[in-house]
């Protein structure tokens, strides 16, 4: 393996006591360029061709108040795969506030956590006074890899090949960019939404595959609401007015408290350039929903899979570090309990249907993006260790027999979110494979693995050594090279 790397970043962080700064959630700061990489077990295989990007919270500085994971600065790791070779590297997001934060040698910004004002500059998005750190969320559109934030903020843009930062997406909207973009790979768009504590509380809107904003839209909801994620189909673009939120009460102190109310949930339906006054809203039942699979239209109805929280409000963790138990509370997905859900709503009647697909707590469901908005079978979903917000397994489901398929990491080792990798001329909708970075705290290292899809239970087909353990974080992409290059995929 041959590594280049590069100058360190200033990290001035002391404190770690901090449940989220430890194991594979512990900081680390090195930016590498690595080559010829050391396959552990297996072989690369030669029939994929793209790239694997994770986003991840890096903690720089000591924090301004109460450190919350996903206020860390986005870090961006990405193996390419290309004629069985693999290539890696990573690189922080130079955003305003990480280039600001160098320059200061400390932290600037309080997070999600810290008490009203305690930043000291203006913060971004919906918050309004967090640093937009860009760690959440990753996708590759208009052949540039483009890093976002959930509290919305700007769309930032690196080179899928290097890396290198390259600044603002001159498109983003003045209230921001939420993250959970959604790119459809057959028409090479990218759908977003925003939202803001200001009416009309959320926008949405459209950038085709040249990276032009090309429709932009209010979704003019009853106040400031906390959307995560949202879904498409061929014709549709699909929102979410759910009742977990932020309190209003609470909110006129400064304080940025979530909470359930009680009214039913409702999914927005509108065509993908459609305006507000095309909107129709759906009720059903009520919970929070942080992430959608995919969606589809059969017949009058509107398909859509997510993850249906049985338990938004958590509570407090037992046994939870002192000081840390709300916080582990709201990460433990066994606490907050999503389950695999469908909900159809009639275009015709008005009316919504929804079914438990599965009662295993599961989430950061991935599936093959060329059947993003259609019909499609399979389903793959991330499970979380108790306690923790790492994944250590992963459940396969066959949504049309209602089969599944289970892969249990060996203790100690931790999954990022892995996409769906199409093998090259795949001719059916599982051939290929899962990617995922693995960080073993056993070894203290990390490596990358892909599993094949129709081999899903014999484990990866390939181990491959990273050059430095890396810290765990959200969410990923897969893009292939065809893509990158020219935007837009033929649909199968
Ligand atoms: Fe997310």
């Known amino acids: 393996m041959q590594v280049e790397q590069l100058p360190l970043i200033i990290s001035t962080l002391t404190d770690l006591e901090h449940p989220y700064m430890q194991g594979a959630w512990a900081p680390m700061y090195g930016e590498v360029n690595a080559t010829d990489l050391e396959v552990i077990e297996g072989t690369i295989p030669t029939d994929i061709d793209g790239i694997y990007v994770r986003n991840t919270e890096i903690p720089v500085h000591d924090p301004i108040g109460r450190y919350h994971p996903f206020d860390g600065d986005g870090m961006l790791h990405l193996i390419s795969f290309r004629q069985g070779q693999a290539e890696y590297r990573n690189r922080f997001v130079r955003t305003r506030g990480f280039e600001a934060e160098q320059e200061a040698g400390r932290s600037l910004w309080g997070g999600l956590m810290a008490p009203p004002g305690a930043s000291l500059r203006p913060g971004w998005g919906a918050h309004e006074g967090l640093k937009d750190s860009s760690s959440t969320d990753v996708v590759v559109h208009a052949g540039k890899v483009v890093s976002t934030f959930y509290q919305c903020g700007e769309a930032y843009l690196l080179d899928p090949n290097t890396l290198e930062n390259q600044g603002l997406a001159g498109w983003a909207p003045i209230d921001g960019v939420s993250a959970h973009t959604k790119v459809d790979e057959a028409t090479g768009e990218m759908l977003f939404f925003n939202y803001s504590k200001h009416a009309p509380y959320m926008h949405y809107g459209v950038v085709d595959r040249h990276g032009k904003l090309v429709h932009y839209v209010p979704v003019p909801v009853p106040g400031p609401r906390l959307p995560h994620d949202m879904a498409f189909t061929r014709n549709y673009a699909i929102l979410n007015d759910l009742p977990l939120h932020w309190d209003l009460e609470a909110l006129k102190g400064g304080f940025h408290a979530t909470r359930m109310h009680d009214r039913p949930s409702r999914f ?50 037992r046994d939870a570090p002192r000081g840390f138990a709300h916080l582990m509370g709201f990460l433990d997905q066994h606490m907050t309990r999503p389950r695999l859900h469908r909900w159809r709503f009639n275009l015709k009647t008005g009316t919504t249907t929804e079914q438990r697909l599965d009662e295993r707590t599961l989430e950061f469901g991935m599936y093959n993006q060329r059947y993003a908005g259609r019909p499609y079978r399979y389903a793959y979903s991330a499970v979380a260790k108790p306690g923790w917000f790492l994944f250590d397994g992963f459940v396969k489901h066959d949504l049309v027999s209602g089969q599944s398929w289970s892969l249990q990491l060996a203790e100690g080792r931790y999954a990022s979110e892995a996409p769906f990798v199409p093998r090259i001329d795949a001719k059916d909708e599982d051939d290929g494979y899962l990617v995922s970075f693995i960080i073993d705290e056993n070894t203290q290292t990390s490596e990358c693995v892909l599993i094949d899809c129709r081999r899903f239970e014999e484990g990866p087909v390939v181990r491959i050594a990273l050059p430095h353990k890396i810290s765990s974080g959200t969410h990923s992409c897969w893009a292939d090279r065809r893509f990158i290059r020219d935007g837009v995929l033929a649909p199968p």
């Open 268 to 317: 927005g339906i509108l065509p993908r350039r459609g305006n507000g006054r095309d909107i129709r809203w759906f009720e059903a039942a009520p919970t929070y929903v942080l992430h959608f699979l995919n969606a589809y239209e059969e017949g009058d109805e509107v398909v859509m899979d997510g993850y249906f929280q049985e338990n938004p409000e958590p509570g407090p963790m």
